[in-house]
């Protein structure tokens, strides 16, 4: 993924079973993954999915500034 999963994605990884999630730019509007919540690491949740963010941060926010500048 391109940027950190905001909490209806992080709700279908968990319920999906998803093994890893791998992002490369935090969101800190919407992430749920370690911005504004640490939904992945819920001990409620019956299934655990491992996070990696900031991979390729720089390239990853430089695609989404892109993205909605081509959309402005």
């Not at 950190?4 to 999906?16: D, I, R, S, Y």
Request: aromatic share 4%; hydrophobic share 50%.
């Amino acid at each position: 993924m391109t940027v950190e999963p905001c909490a209806m994605c992080c709700g279908a990884a968990l319920h999906a079973r998803v093994a890893r999630v791998v992002y490369g730019a935090a969101d800190p509007k919407a992430g749920a993954v370690e911005s504004l919540h640490r939904l992945l690491d819920d001990a409620r949740a019956n299934h655990r999915v491992e996070a990696m963010g900031g991979v390729r941060a720089a390239e990853a926010a430089a695609l989404l500034r892109e993205f909605f500048e081509t959309k402005r």
